[in-house]
């Protein structure tokens, strides 16, 4: 099995604020996807805004929008986006990134 068989449907949201300071989920268009499973050890990125810890990591194609604070919807689970890895393919291969995440609390 290959990884693209494991993708499935992934939801993809932007924060937006307004003037008032009311923050709101913007849904970023297009058809995502993306294979999510549990690091090992959670990883602590250190590129990540102060160092949080990964709890997951996702792999995608490398079209996936990525941006710090993203908000990630899969089976109903969400998860914040902190940091993308091996943005052009693992090795320099253009297959797929990984982008690292941890539970959207």
């Not at 068989?5 to 949201?13: D, F, G, N, S, T």
């Not at 810890?53 to 194609?61: A, E, F």
Request: with cysteine; aromatic share 12%; hydrophobic share 35%.
């Amino acid at each position: 099995m290959s990884l693209k068989e494991l993708y499935r449907p992934v939801l993809i949201e932007k924060s937006v604020t307004s003037k008032l300071g009311v923050v709101t989920w913007e849904r970023i268009q297009g058809a995502w996807v993306g294979f999510i499973q549990p690091t090992s050890g959670n990883a602590n990125i250190q590129q990540g805004k102060g160092g949080e810890l990964s709890q997951n990591r996702m792999y995608c194609p490398l079209n996936i929008p990525f941006l710090y604070g993203y908000r990630v919807t899969q089976d109903g689970v969400q998860y914040k986006m902190l940091y993308g890895a091996n943005p052009t393919g693992v090795s320099g291969t253009g297959d797929h990134k990984e982008i690292y995440m941890s539970y959207f609390a």
